[in-house]
């Protein structure tokens, strides 16, 4: 079955840690997200791929950073710049044609203490 | 930018319809969507229109657009409590890397 995937679902770190959160996709999708979500705020945009190697920071980039080297992989580092780092990351992907429908991963709870 | 605004809660009786209401402030937004979260999950398409259109229909959901007010609107028939969870609005231009989502509606169905 096609789909995203995001490990872990619940993830803990001490305050000062990097921590990187996977998302790996079999949709053949060329352009990937990251979003975090907060109560009441809805999803707001971290990074976004829109081609292997190739990314931009969306509307809360500072303190995260992202790589992608191979189409299916697009992981998140959430570094200790981040000043809130807790919260609910979601990964999604899309491929590049009308109506640019977003697939989204289960996403992973991060706790930071 | 684009701002997409919607209430955040709203309970109904099983049974019942349900209207999700959202603005947005972009005209030119192309694509209009509505996603559901369940607990604990991502978020998965429900449905979407396409601009020029004023509804859509898909089995026991509506879809109103009003391009002039800006406000699209999602209706649930025949409510079950399977359909508790956190509705999206989202709006794009015609570029697959700027969907705004609104902050979602909570929707509980009493039983």
Redesign the interface.
């Given at each position: 079955d096609g789909g995203i995937t995001q490990s872990p679902k619940y993830l803990f770190r001490k305050e000062g840690q990097n921590v990187t959160l996977s998302c790996e996709q079999n949709l053949n999708h060329d352009a990937m997200y990251w979003y975090r979500q907060d109560p009441g705020q809805g999803l707001r945009l971290i990074y976004y791929s829109q081609i292997v190697n190739d990314f931009q920071k969306g509307d809360i980039a500072e303190g995260y950073s992202v790589s992608r080297e191979k189409k299916e992989s697009f992981p998140l580092t959430v570094t200790s710049a981040q000043k809130n780092p807790t919260a609910f990351y979601l990964c999604a992907s899309s491929n590049r044609r009308d109506p640019y429908e977003q697939y989204f991963g289960p996403g992973t709870r991060l706790t930071v203490t | 930018g684009e701002d997409?605004e919607q209430s955040?809660f709203l309970s109904v009786r099983e049974g019942d319809s349900s209207v999700i209401n959202c603005t947005y402030t972009d005209s030119s937004s192309t694509?209009l969507?509505w996603?559901k979260q369940e607990p604990?999950?991502?978020?998965?398409?429900l449905t979407?229109i396409?601009s020029n259109m004023d509804m859509k229909q898909d089995q026991r959901l509506t879809v109103l657009l009003n391009k002039k007010d800006k406000h699209l609107s999602l209706r649930i028939a025949d409510t079950q409590t399977g359909d508790s969870a956190i509705y999206?609005c989202a709006a794009?231009e015609t570029?697959?890397?700027k969907?705004i989502?609104?902050?979602?509606t909570s929707l509980s169905v009493i039983p």
């Open positions: - | 997409v955040l694509y969507y996603y604990g999950a991502g978020l998965q398409l979407y396409f999206f794009s570029s697959y890397d969907v989502f609104g902050p979602g």
